[in-house]
């Protein structure tokens, strides 16, 4: 991928799962990471090292993104430490999933702050950076259920549909600054987020993928690390299903 090298990456939750594959991805083709992550683990010490083993620097900022100020703070260390950021991908998302009927209010706030409002804040604290060097790339990870919805996830799709709205609108105040804003949306992927799930509705997911497999963090990473790419250059306000044809 081309214009990678040397380039500033923040990723959010990063320390396992899709996050992880992406920051070890931009880090492949040169960029230097900030991994912004939640609770402290063996799994991140290890992916420092890692991604130094490919000859680029590495910063660890913890912080929680659906904080406006924690947000804030994970943007200043990156700079603290590499003067700019040139690539911003929003990936820390939880779920709670439960049916409507008997969602609790705090499930669908928390689902909420995290996956959407987390987005925007980082968005928010990255921007005037971003603005002032005219050049960025923010890549936002939603999710298929977001474009078809899913019974149990009345506020995960929710989210995941807000941020596809959030990256449309963000793309359109964003592009005379030459700023590119897109949205990946995985299909299902295999992290820990989804080996929770019962057998049978793993098996009732994976015959309704065309491509008969589920997917990988990689399979999400290697279209992250193409959006942050100038080879994107012309690409701003889409969503790119990543799903094996789950959704087309
Ligand atoms: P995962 O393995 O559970 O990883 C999620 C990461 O986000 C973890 O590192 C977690 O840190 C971090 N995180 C959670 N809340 C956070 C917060 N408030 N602030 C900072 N970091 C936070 O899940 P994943 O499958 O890799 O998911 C990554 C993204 O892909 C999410 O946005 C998810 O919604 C999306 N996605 C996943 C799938 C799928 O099938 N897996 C499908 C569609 C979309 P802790 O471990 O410390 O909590």
Do not use: W
């Not at 669908?108 to 987390?118: A, P, Q, S, T």
């Not at 941020?163 to 992927?189: C, M, W, Y």
């Not at 509705?201 to 990988?216: A, C, D, Q, V, Y």
């Amino acid at each position: 991928m081309e214009g990678i090298k040397g380039k500033v990456a923040v990723v959010t939750g990063a320390a396992k799962g899709i996050g992880r594959a992406i920051a070890l991805r931009l880090a492949k083709e040169g960029a230097n990471i900030v991994i912004n992550y939640r609770s402290d683990s063996e799994s991140l010490k290890e992916l420092v090292s890692e991604i130094e083993s490919f000859g680029s620097k590495v910063v660890t900022a913890r912080g929680d993104v659906s904080s406006f100020s924690d947000a804030k703070n994970i943007m200043e260390k990156a700079v603290d430490a590499f003067q700019t950021i040139d690539i911003l991908v929003n990936n820390a998302g939880i779920t709670r999933d439960g049916l409507m009927l008997r969602m609790k209010e705090e499930d669908f706030d928390r689902v909420i702050e995290v996956n959407l409002k987390g987005a925007f804040n980082c968005i928010r604290h990255v921007s005037p950076i971003m603005v002032k060097k005219r050049t960025g790339k923010i890549i936002n990870i939603s999710s298929v259920v977001g474009i078809t919805g899913n019974a149990g996830q009345v506020n995960y799709s929710a989210a995941k549909a807000g941020i596809i709205g959030l990256t449309k609108s963000a793309a359109r105040e964003l592009a005379s600054r030459k700023i590119n804003v897109n949205a990946v949306a995985p299909g299902f992927i295999n992290t820990s987020m989804t080996e929770i799930l019962p057998q049978k509705t793993k098996e009732n997911i994976l015959n309704s993928i065309p491509l008969k497999r589920i997917g990988s963090p990689e399979d999400i990473a290697n279209t992250v690390a193409f959006l942050a790419s100038s080879n994107a250059d012309y690409i701003t306000g889409q969503v790119i299903n990543i799903d094996g044809g789950m959704v087309m």
